[in-house]
């Protein structure tokens, strides 16, 4: 009943929404709707994805949460916990997603990522995880994307949360390949942003994209060759300058 009172009120905001925006709204080009599923796509880690499927297909979901028994978790290895983390949220989170398309989504880069899940995040047994197993969540992404040349969103998510920044010479050599996820220069500035490097947050980059925190989520720069340098060449400098491990 929580879920379904939660959906009427989230169906009622939606459509405010809608109704304070239909006089702008534009219809999405082809190749916008195209880059907007290519944004939200995530990548699934090859580790016991079948057993994982299964496991996930039988969870019985409550108001709040579609987590996995503790038996069934325990029951798995640490690589399939990472295939579980990075294909299925645990916890349920309300929010509004109907928002009209980005026009032109393809010739932007945003200030923040879209999310992995739709309406589900990382329950605090998954962040945990994550934390508690940093080292190789990072081994792992860096052999997925070694085998893909992908970085999905919920790899990037990853990234973020563990504070993974030792990868930005990975994010830029696999942006580099065919410049086409504009989302990995977002990574590179989110990485950035969060540990307060000073020439990209004093930068009128960072006051564009971070400096409101209500709008931040609609917020982007224009994509060309300038901004693309600009943001390559500050998280180089960023990584070089960071604290070398003894």
Not at 87 to 99: K, L, R, T, V
Not at 131 to 147: F, K, P, Q, Y
Request: charged share 25%.
């Amino acid at each position: 009943m929580k879920r379904i009172a939660a959906v009427l009120v989230l169906v009622a905001t939606c459509h405010l929404c809608f109704a304070q925006e239909a006089d702008v709204y534009q219809e999405p080009s082809k190749e916008t709707v195209a880059y907007q599923e290519y944004r939200e796509k995530i990548t699934r880690p090859p580790y016991g994805l079948e057993k994982v499927l299964l496991l996930i297909k039988n969870i019985k979901d409550t108001d709040e949460s579609a987590a996995l028994t503790q038996k069934d978790y325990l029951s798995l290895s640490l690589r399939e916990k990472f295939t579980y983390h990075m294909i299925h949220g645990e916890a349920y989170s309300q929010n509004c997603d109907a928002m009209p398309p980005v026009i032109d989504a393809e010739k932007k880069i945003f200030a923040q990522l879209p999310d992995a899940f739709g309406e589900y995040s990382w329950s605090e047994r998954q962040l945990n995880f994550l934390h508690a197993n940093r080292d190789s969540v990072i081994a792992l992404i860096t052999e997925s994307i070694g085998r893909s040349n992908r970085i999905g969103v919920n790899y990037k998510k990853a990234v973020i949360e563990i504070n993974a920044r030792e990868m930005v010479p990975l994010l830029i050599s696999t942006y580099n390949r065919d410049h086409k996820d504009k989302d990995i220069l977002t990574l590179l500035m989110i990485l950035m942003k969060n540990n307060e490097y000073t020439p990209f947050l004093t930068s009128s980059s960072y006051k564009k994209l971070f400096a409101d925190t209500e709008s931040s989520y609609r917020a982007f720069l224009h994509f060309n060759a300038a901004n693309e340098e600009l943001i390559i060449t500050r998280a180089n400098n960023f990584y070089h300058a960071l604290p070398k491990k003894g």
